[in-house]
């Protein structure tokens, strides 16, 4: 695990001025995998409930840029808390404020700029949606401080990451009514697993350090709790299509995400921290895939 980060470089990134690039790096612009992560549990509501195509097509599109902004600003919040704690684990050592590339204050006004973009999106839509993505500032907070509480952090992140869900039924219908509550539930379960494997990157120096994780306490029971939590998921999207009105293709299309979901379960090796990261990162096709699953059954 020597030298392992997940610190990119690379692409477009590498192109910034010197002068932009830890700002770019410390809202993990060279690593949009986050923002993908942050984003696909509103495109599942929007292919359940948008009235259109014309109104799912903008919500994607304000969606997205209000994933990347808010993605950003979670990560200033999550590397302010954890500025200390980061420059003790090598996958982070090399972060902005871990390394003293960007200071502490400039950084609260980077995040402040995310906040305001992240802001003028949610202003787009509408009254119910707006009040329900302000109420996400607090788990948002809030979160660097689970690993310091409790062993399963990643079920914090999991409620703060399938926020867009609920979110984006909620600009679509004005409502919250059992299938967005479906959505949110299966998100939530889908992001507690991935983010277990995620979370196996860092567990030997987590254990040196004493930052608890979902990784630390399953151990090898990591496999069969993968297995069950990414049933649980499919078993609630099935749900929450059959409940949306969908017509049946839904289902035998939700077959597709299900055998990305059981490569992920077959592949795991806990002790390969870039093998992980690969099988986290494979979670972006798995959720492209089941927004298509619903759209089959709308047609």
Same mark, same amino acid.
């Given at each position: 695990?020597a030298?392992?980060t997940d610190i990119?470089?690379?692409?477009?990134?590498?192109?910034l001025p010197?002068a932009?690039l830890p700002?770019?790096?410390l809202?993990?612009l060279?690593r949009?995998?986050?923002s993908w992560?942050l984003?696909?549990p509103?495109?599942?509501?929007f292919?359940?409930?948008a009235p259109d195509?014309?109104?799912?097509?903008r919500?994607?599109l304000l969606?997205?840029?209000g994933?990347v902004a808010?993605r950003?600003?979670g990560?200033?919040?999550n590397?302010?808390?954890d500025r200390?704690l980061d420059?003790? *684990?090598?996958?982070t050592?090399?972060?902005p404020?871990?390394?003293?590339a960007?200071?502490p204050?400039q950084a609260l006004? !980077?995040l402040?700029?995310?906040?305001l973009?992240g802001l003028v999106?949610l202003?787009q839509?509408?009254?119910p949606?707006?009040l329900f993505?302000?109420l996400?500032?607090?788990?948002?907070a809030?979160?660097p401080?689970?690993?310091?509480v409790?062993?399963?952090?990643?079920a914090?992140?999991? /409620?703060v /990451?399938? !926020?867009?869900?609920?979110?984006?039924?909620?600009?679509c219908? &004005?409502?919250?009514?059992?299938?967005?509550l479906?959505?949110w539930l299966?998100a939530?379960f889908?992001?507690? &697993?991935?983010?277990t494997?995620?979370?196996?990157?860092?567990r030997?120096?987590d254990?040196?350090?004493g930052v608890r994780s979902?990784?630390?306490?399953l151990g090898?029971?990591?496999r069969? /709790?993968?297995?069950a939590?990414?049933?649980?998921?499919l *078993?609630?999207l099935?749900l929450?299509? !059959?409940l949306?009105?969908?017509? !049946?293709?839904?289902?035998?299309?939700?077959?597709?995400?299900?055998?990305?979901?059981?490569r992920?379960?077959i592949?795991l090796d806990?002790?390969?921290?870039?093998?992980?990261?690969?099988l986290f990162?494979?979670?972006?096709?798995v959720?492209i895939?089941i927004?298509?699953a /619903?759209?089959?059954?709308?047609?």
């Amino acid at each position: 695990m020597a030298g392992h980060t997940d610190i990119r470089t690379e692409g477009w990134v590498a192109r910034l001025p010197a002068a932009f690039l830890p700002y770019a790096l410390l809202a993990r612009l060279d690593r949009p995998i986050g923002s993908w992560l942050l984003f696909l549990p509103g495109p599942w509501a929007f292919a359940l409930a948008a009235p259109d195509w014309a109104t799912g097509i903008r919500l994607t599109l304000l969606f997205g840029i209000g994933a990347v902004a808010m993605r950003g600003a979670g990560c200033v919040v999550n590397d302010l808390w954890d500025r200390d704690l980061d420059r003790k *684990v090598t996958r982070t050592a090399g972060r902005p404020l871990a390394s003293g590339a960007v200071t502490p204050k400039q950084a609260l006004a !980077w995040l402040g700029i995310l906040c305001l973009v992240g802001l003028v999106v949610l202003l787009q839509l509408n009254g119910p949606a707006i009040l329900f993505g302000l109420l996400s500032l607090v788990p948002i907070a809030l979160y660097p401080l689970a690993k310091r509480v409790t062993d399963w952090p990643q079920a914090v992140l999991g /409620f703060v /990451f399938s !926020w867009a869900a609920p979110t984006g039924w909620l600009a679509c219908t &004005g409502q919250l009514s059992a299938p967005g509550l479906l959505l949110w539930l299966a998100a939530f379960f889908w992001i507690l &697993g991935y983010d277990t494997i995620y979370a196996h990157q860092d567990r030997e120096d987590d254990a040196l350090v004493g930052v608890r994780s979902s990784a630390r306490t399953l151990g090898e029971r990591t496999r069969p /709790f993968l297995a069950a939590v990414y049933g649980v998921a499919l *078993v609630l999207l099935a749900l929450a299509g !059959w409940l949306a009105g969908l017509r !049946w293709p839904f289902l035998p299309a939700l077959a597709l995400p299900a055998a990305l979901l059981a490569r992920q379960v077959i592949r795991l090796d806990m002790d390969d921290p870039a093998g992980c990261l690969r099988l986290f990162k494979s979670n972006r096709e798995v959720g492209i895939a089941i927004a298509l699953a /619903f759209l089959l059954g709308r047609g």
